[in-house]
């Protein structure tokens, strides 16, 4: 297949990799395109990589087109809800120590409006609290460890997310996609045969040979068939984002108490989530390998975490930054960590392998470029980086590491322009508009990170809180849609 032609339904899909992303992509498919024949072929040999239990509102969407309630789902992989995301710890400055960035939903339209009029007179000097906790009622469920589903269904749709045991969510999918007619071999494939970019045939240890219309690479970082057979060109972050590695603790709950938040918290040389599951809890610092060894930086998470952590296993994890420039060439698309992987900040991975498959089902209907396919996935793959570096580059922390983040200007050229917008007072709106359109991430999460974590302007005196009405009546508004969440039985984070 070459760009010039038509792209077309394929009559037989092989994904490769049986991990998240290879079971996400053959039930997506699948349910767009019954007639399709659509294989999964996993290794009984190559483990799937097992982290990632946090995801973005996109999640919902995706079991709501599949047709498959909460209640199912979540029970298997032992789930809770998520509202959000608290980051204490990466900034110095008084008052911002600590914020929430929220998942937004319809209820916040007024608070939100109050929250950038705030925005704009704090830019100027005013003496107004801007820190986000205040404006979204997300952050008022998640201070009593509430989610924002109640028991009884409501008349608008809004948005939240989940926490997922990441095996058990791989094991419900691959019985779901079973169940709607995707085969499933157990082999490993040992060889790609290929030409110009196309690949003819897939071998595999038992000597079978695989064709197909479509083959999928979801093979991991390893990146079978686009890194290792066809040898894809790779686009790398590691000059905007440093981390590299991970270490990851699974500890025991130790009450009832589930938080309905995921917390990340900054370290010495990164930073480490904590995100609460029904039956455990999940830990894990994501750190820089040129700054900390693997070993301080266990012993840094073990210290953390405290006596709750004794005698657990910590898994080391290397991670490869970047995107492959072209997801798609010729007959063969990768999705998931063989396309590409943003460290786990914002939690973004399985959304990206949700906007890839659909995105791809969109340029088969539509009949776009290969070429325009590739841009859109790109483009949101560089947002979302871009977002996450910006957590990096404003931060006020003490140490080198912190301090090189700061002062790294391999930034993007987009980011650098949203920097100097804010600092210099300029309409952030239209920028964020202009320059990141398409992304994931508008003007009120780019507003939440840069007051939470304290951000100053040019006209900025200092960035002390004042005690405003406006602010105190968009608290209140929140407390008291919260407290009527709860009183209509919000569900606690499970
Ligand atoms: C530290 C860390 C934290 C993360 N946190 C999050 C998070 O909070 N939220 C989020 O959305 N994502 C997160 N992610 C990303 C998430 O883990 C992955 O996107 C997700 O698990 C999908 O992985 P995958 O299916 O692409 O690859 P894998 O899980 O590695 O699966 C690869 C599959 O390919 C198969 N395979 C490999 N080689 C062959 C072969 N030769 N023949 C046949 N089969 C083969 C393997 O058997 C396996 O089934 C995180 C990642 C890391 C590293």
Partial sequence: M???????????????????????????????????????????????????????????????????????????????????IEFPGWSTIKGHESYFHPFFSALDSQTS?????????????????????????????????????????????????????????GDFLRLKSVESGVLHDVKTITSVKSTNGNIISLHTDDGEVVTADLFIDCTGFA?????????????????????????????????????????????????????PLRSRDGNGYVYSSEHITRDEAEAELRLALGDI??????????????????????NC???????????????????????????????????STQKDFNDKISAQFDGIKDYVVCHYKVNSLDGLYWQQCRDNEAISAKLKAILSAWRSEMDLEAKTKQLFEHSSYAKASWYSILCGMGVHTTAQKNTDFGIDPLTEKAKLYCEETAALFIEQSALFAR
């Fill in 309 to 330: 952590a004794e005698g657990c296993k910590a898994k080391h994890l290397d991670m490869k930054v970047g995107r492959l420039k072209q997801h798609l060439a010729g």
């Fill in 113 to 169: 409006s109050a929250f950038v009029k705030q925005v704009g007179k704090w830019r100027m000097g005013e003496h107004v609290n801007v820190l986000p906790d205040n404006y979204f009622v997300a952050s008022a469920l998640a201070k009593h460890n509430k989610s924002i589903k109640t028991e009884r269904p409501l008349p608008v749709e809004l948005d939240y997310g989940y926490h997922f045991d990441s095996v058990l969510l």
């Fill in 333 to 367: 698309l990768a999705v998931g960590l063989s396309q590409g992987f943003i460290e786990p900040l914002e939690a973004t991975a399985l959304m990206l392998v949700q906007y890839t498959v659909t995105s791809y089902i969109g340029h088969v209907h539509q009949e």
């Fill in 223 to 275: 990146g079978v068939l686009v890194n290792k057979a066809l040898k894809r060109s790779f686009h790398s972050y590691k000059s905007e984002l440093f981390n590299d590695a991970a270490v990851a603790i699974q500890t025991p709950k130790l009450d009832e108490h589930l938080s309905s938040k995921t917390t990340s918290i900054a370290m010495s040389n990164g930073w480490r989530w904590h995100i």
């Fill in 2 to 84: 070459n760009d010039n032609m038509r792209p077309q339904v394929p009559k037989k899909v092989v994904v490769v990799g049986g991990g998240t992303a290879g079971w996400m992509t053959a039930i997506l498919l699948k349910n767009s395109w019954a007639e399709t024949e659509v294989q999964v072929i996993e290794s009984p040999e190559i483990p799937i990589i097992g982290v990632g239990e946090g995801s973005t509102p996109a999640l919902k969407y995706f079991f709501k087109l599949l047709g498959i309630e909460d209640e199912e789902w979540m029970a298997h992989c032992n789930a809770t809800y998520k509202v959000g």
